[in-house]
């Protein structure tokens, strides 16, 4: 089933996809992603179809014959809680992703999200080539990726905030693995739910760049049809005159005319690009993220 996969040369140290089927692309395979943070590959099904034995199975094989994999780990993202599970080999003590020479924590033995979104490594090298002497707003921190390559970029300041108190916990510890002590301090963690906090982010405001990246859809938490305009109605209080938005949008349902739709009054700067290993039939699909700039004063 994976032919051409059991070709791939050495896979190196940078973290990436290796296998996107949700992209349309692999034939009998759009349930299935495989991704590389050395030394372990992770796959995740996010159906229960009858090849999925085969394709463990052939996965443990290429595993066992590639000295570079210690480990295989597989997540059902169909069953409850998405359990994670050991199929091959043994995890490393502090698994963590690697990309352009930063390192991020990885929880490759729980449930749920394992920490480390792959397909932001384009807004992540976008803010980390655009971010010296910033005051940045990351909107939505989670384990505060963005936030690392900002600082590795020079950010003057970040401010994270997220709801989850663990993902930020997990973001400091990123920073701490990749930072002296004195870089560390540039960035902040503010642990609220966005809407009750808005006082709080115009006392610090303006702010240089600011990312929103929210979920698409998160119980009560966010939703994009609704909660995404609100974002916008408050906006204008955290800018300057020439400051930046990188907004995201992660909803397939929702293509790039909403995002278009809400900044209509701002300046587009065109679309950051989709990471590779991320080609998606349909690119509407995709992670969105989009640059603008503040309102035209003319
Ligand atoms: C898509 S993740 C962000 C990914 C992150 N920007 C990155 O690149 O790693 C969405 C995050 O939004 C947070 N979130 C959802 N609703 C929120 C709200 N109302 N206020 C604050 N954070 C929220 C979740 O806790 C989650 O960590």
Same mark, same amino acid.
């Given at each position: ?12 140290? &940078? ?11 692999? &034939?009998?395979?759009?349930?299935? +992603?495989?991704?590389?943070? +050395?030394? *372990? #590959?992770?796959?995740?099904? %996010? ?9 463990? /199975? &052939?996965? *443990? ?10 480990? #295989? ?22 698994? *963590?992703?690697? &990309? ?5 924590? !990885? @929880? ?7 920490? $480390? $979104? ?10 980390? @080539?655009? @971010? ?7 909107? $939505? ?22 709801? /989850?108190?663990?993902?930020? @916990? ?12 004195? #870089? ?42 609704? =909660? ?13 005159? =020439? ?15 909403? #995002? ?11 679309? *950051?690009?989709?990471?590779?290993? $991320?080609?998606?039939? %349909?690119?509407?699909? /995709? !992670? ?11």
């Amino acid at each position: 089933m994976l032919t051409s996969f059991g070709q791939l040369p050495s896979l190196g140290d &940078e973290s990436r996809r290796l296998l996107h089927g949700r992209g349309g692309n692999f &034939e009998g395979l759009e349930h299935v +992603a495989i991704d590389w943070f +050395a030394p *372990v #590959l992770l796959v995740t099904l %996010y159906a229960a179809k009858e090849n999925n034995a085969e394709l463990v /199975a &052939e996965l *443990v094989e290429f595993s066992q014959r590639r000295s570079e994999i210690t480990a #295989l780990v597989l997540q059902e993202r169909h069953l409850p809680k998405g359990p994670k599970r050991i199929v091959y080999g043994e995890l490393p003590p502090e698994p *963590v992703a690697t &990309e352009s020479g930063l390192n991020y924590h !990885l @929880a490759l033995d729980r449930n749920q999200n394992h920490g $480390f $979104f792959l397909d932001m490594k384009p807004g992540r090298d976008w803010i980390r @080539a655009n @971010a010296s002497g910033k005051r940045i707003l990351n909107l $939505f921190a989670y384990t505060c990726s963005l936030s690392v390559a900002a600082i590795a970029g020079g950010a003057e300041a970040v401010i994270n905030l997220d709801m /989850a108190s663990r993902a930020l @916990a997990t973001g400091r510890k990123n920073h701490q693995l990749n930072f002296e002590p004195d #870089l560390c301090k540039r960035a902040s963690y503010l642990s609220h739910d966005l809407f009750k906090s808005w006082g709080r982010l115009v006392r610090g405001a303006p702010y240089d760049l600011i990312v929103i990246d929210p979920p698409s859809n998160q119980g009560k938490s966010f939703k994009a049809e609704k =909660d995404y305009p609100k974002i916008l109605h408050r906006l204008p209080e955290l800018l300057t005159d =020439d400051s930046q938005i990188l907004a995201c949008l992660n909803a397939p349902h929702l293509d790039e005319s909403f #995002l278009a739709d809400l900044f209509r009054d701002y300046q587009s700067q065109g679309r *950051v690009s989709c990471a590779p290993g $991320f080609e998606d039939r %349909y690119p509407a699909a /995709a !992670l969105k993220c989009f640059l603008f700039t503040t309102p035209s004063m003319t």
